[in-house]
């Protein structure tokens, strides 16, 4: 992803799916595409998933199967850069992602 939008959520009411598609859906009306990718801190995968912190290429990032968003279809990565409670949600590369209706 090579722009993207910051996000950030610290309701402790919601839970993490909760948060992406409220992300999702903003990104969608600010920006006229829906978003297909989300980076969050390993930390906020954790309780979804224990390994999640430990998964990954080495370079703080790792995709997490299983994940994908059915609601919003947004796919879910981790990336210690990320830090907690914020999401950096956007399209993936250059793809056509569908427009936000």
């Known amino acids: 992803m090579n722009i993207g939008m910051l996000w950030f959520d610290n309701d402790p009411k919601a839970n ?3 948060k992406i598609e409220r992300a999702a859906l903003y990104y969608a009306k ?3 595409k829906n978003p297909t990718l989300c980076f969050v801190h390993p930390s906020m995968l954790a309780s979804s998933d224990p390994d999640a912190a430990r998964k990954g290429n080495g370079d703080g990032n790792s ?3 299983g994940k994908n968003l059915a609601t ?3 796919e879910v990565r ?3 850069s ?3 409670n914020h999401f950096w ?3 993936n590369g250059t ?3 569908p427009t936000a209706a």
């Open 78 to 80: 981790s990336n210690r």
């Open 72 to 74: 919003c279809g947004v």
């Open 82 to 84: 990320v830090l907690p």
């Open 63 to 65: 995709q997490v199967p």
């Open 95 to 97: 793809s056509d992602a």
């Open 30 to 32: 600010k920006y006229g």
């Open 89 to 91: 949600i956007g399209v």
């Open 16 to 18: 993490l799916d909760t």
